[in-house]
C-alpha cells in the first residue's frame, strides 16, 4: 500500500514540474490535480473522472497508472455514482479480503465469458455475412468507399464525436443514466471519431470544449468550457439532463 497523492505530487517536484505546467500536459484542470495530490477524491465529478486522471496524471509523470488506478479501487468503497462519491476507507480484515479475492475470481470468469460469447458471435456474423467485418449497430461508419454518406436513421439519432482540440472524458448510456453503457473512456485527440446511435443517448463529458460533434449529420454543441456536463441527446438535439 502507498500514499496515492503524496507518491504523485513527490513525483512532480522531483521533476520540478508546478500545477501549471502539469495541467498543460494533462489537460487536467489545475483544482482537479491538486484534489488527487490532497486525496480529497469527493471534489471530483464522479468516480469515472478519478480513475481517468489518476491514470493520465501518473503517466504523464512516467509512472504506472493502472497501479494507481488499482490502488484507488482496494483503498476506497465506492457508492452510487449518481450520488456522489461516498468514499470510506477499506476495512483490512480477513473476511472482507477473501470477499474481495472471491469478488476478482467472478469478474474474471464473467469476462472469460463474455470474451468467449463475443467470439463466437462476431465469427458467426462474419460467415454469414460472407467475410465482411461486422459493425456495432450503434456504431455506424459515417461515410462508405467512394465518400458516400450513411443513410441519417428515420428513427432515433446518430451522434459522431471527434476530439478536436484535446482528449476528453467520456461516459455515454442509451435511454438515460441507468441505461446500457455504450462507451466510457478517454477520446484521444485527432484519434478514430466516436460514433453512437440510439434513440435516445446520456452523456457526461469532461472536457466539452475540446470535441466536434454531429447529429444525424448536421452539426452540434455540447456548450460550455471548461467544466464538465452531463446532457441528453436525442432527435431534437443536444439538452442539459437536468432540464430535458
Do not use: C
Not at 521533476?15 to 484542470?29: A, G
Not at 434513440?199 to 471548461?226: C, D, K, M
Request: net charge positive; no cysteine; charged share 25%.
Amino acid at each position: 500500500m502507498f500514499e496515492i497523492g503524496t507518491s504523485l505530487r513527490e513525483a512532480r517536484l522531483r521533476q520540478s514540474l508546478d500545477l501549471n505546467e502539469v495541467e498543460r500536459r494533462t489537460k487536467i484542470r489545475g483544482k482537479y490535480i491538486r484534489a488527487l495530490e490532497d486525496e480529497r477524491f469527493e471534489l471530483l465529478p464522479s468516480q469515472t473522472y478519478v480513475k481517468g486522471f489518476l491514470r493520465t496524471y501518473a503517466d504523464v509523470l512516467g509512472l504506472d497508472g493502472q497501479l494507481y488506478v488499482d490502488e484507488y479501487n482496494s483503498r476506497y468503497v465506492v457508492g452510487d455514482d449518481e450520488s456522489g462519491l461516498g468514499l470510506r476507507p477499506r476495512r483490512s480484515t480477513s473476511s472482507r479480503q477473501q470477499r474481495h479475492r472471491r469478488f476478482e475470481s467472478n469478474i474474471v470468469l464473467i469476462v472469460l465469458a463474455a470474451i468467449a460469447l463475443v467470439t463466437a458471435l462476431v465469427i458467426g456474423a462474419w460467415k454469414s455475412g460472407g467475410g465482411d467485418t461486422p459493425q456495432p449497430r450503434y456504431q455506424r461508419p459515417a461515410q462508405q468507399a467512394g465518400g458516400a454518406t450513411t443513410k441519417i436513421p428515420k428513427v432515433g439519432v446518430l451522434v459522431v464525436i471527434r476530439a478536436k482540440r484535446g482528449n476528453s472524458l467520456l461516459e455515454i448510456h442509451a435511454k438515460g443514466a441507468n441505461g446500457p453503457l455504450r462507451y466510457q473512456g478517454t477520446l484521444l485527440k485527432g484519434g478514430t471519431p466516436l460514433k453512437v446511435w440510439a434513440r435516445r443517448l446520456w452523456i457526461n463529458v469532461g472536457t466539452p470544449e475540446n470535441l466536434q460533434v454531429t447529429l444525424n449529420g448536421h452539426r452540434a454543441s455540447f456548450g460550455g468550457t471548461g467544466q464538465p456536463r452531463v446532457l441528453l441527446i436525442d432527435r431534437r438535439g443536444v439538452h442539459p439532463a437536468s432540464a430535458a
